[in-house]
């Protein structure tokens, strides 16, 4: 079964901090992923995708990484600003074009 | 440019009423999805267009929903009668197309209520 699985399912730091995001997946065939924030009362707003070959994506503090091999991705914030309190979902994307979203992660970032 | 624009932002009916869901996506894009988001959960595709045509409906409780996208621009889902686990965040989104690392952009979606 086609699943994405994220951990922690929250966490909170505080402002500066950095932290980790964790995606695992069994998704098969594997086309892409996807890593999405989604702001209380919000639809999601992308943040990077990856391909099967790119191994790590930048998007300003946002870095993902993605272990096709192990078949798990992170995403890592670097100095954390209280504007990144949201929803981080993890999102992968079948060769039928049917994307599978994670239950995401839940980050408070407090001053 | 505009992002997909849903209305109303907020509805709240009755059991076994009507409603319905507007959406328009950004300009140019041929793919629209509907997805149904529950509390502390992901997202879940109901339907997906490519132009007019619904390519992948399989997860839309057809007893009671329809959708429809006239023209291949904008679309309507609606939900006849509703009931109380239909309470939700309906979200909207659009891409250029289908398939591959295309982006989806999605609306701030309609939170649905039903008492």
């Known amino acids: 079964k086609n699943q994405v699985e994220q951990s922690p399912q929250s966490l909170i730091i505080l402002e500066g901090k950095n932290c980790t995001l964790q995606?695992?997946?069994?998704?098969?065939?594997?086309?892409?992923l996807r890593w999405y924030k989604q702001d209380t009362g919000r639809g999601p707003v992308s943040l990077t995708i990856?391909?099967?070959?790119?191994n790590t994506k930048s998007n300003g503090r946002y870095t993902a990484t993605l272990d096709a091999d192990t078949k798990q991705s992170s995403l890592h914030i670097t100095a954390s600003q209280l504007s990144d309190s949201a929803s981080y979902i993890c999102?992968?994307?079948?060769?039928?074009?049917?994307?599978?979203f994670g239950t995401g992660t839940r980050l408070q970032v407090f001053p | 440019e505009a992002g997909v624009v849903q209305s109303p932002r907020y509805k709240i009916i009755e059991k076994k009423q009507p409603v319905a869901f507007w959406c328009n996506p950004i300009?140019?894009?041929?793919?629209l999805y509907w997805y149904r988001q529950n509390l502390g959960q992901g997202p879940e595709l109901l339907i997906r267009?490519?132009?007019?045509?619904?390519?992948?409906d399989s997860q839309l409780p057809k007893d009671r929903f329809s959708a429809e996208r006239l023209k291949g621009v904008d679309s309507t889902l609606k939900i006849q009668p509703a009931e109380l686990g239909d309470s939700a965040v309906y979200l909207c989104?659009?891409?250029?197309?289908?398939?591959?690392?295309?982006?989806?952009?999605f609306g701030p979606g309609t939170r649905l209520t039903v008492t």
């Open positions: 300009s140019g894009h041929n793919t």
């Open positions: 267009y490519e132009n007019e045509e619904a390519v992948d």
């Open positions: 995606c695992n997946y069994t998704v098969s065939p594997f086309s892409n």
């Open positions: 989104a659009s891409s250029l197309e289908a398939g591959g690392p295309h982006e989806q952009y």
């Open positions: 999102v992968v994307s079948a060769n039928t074009d049917k994307l599978i």
């Open positions: 990856m391909t099967f070959s790119e």
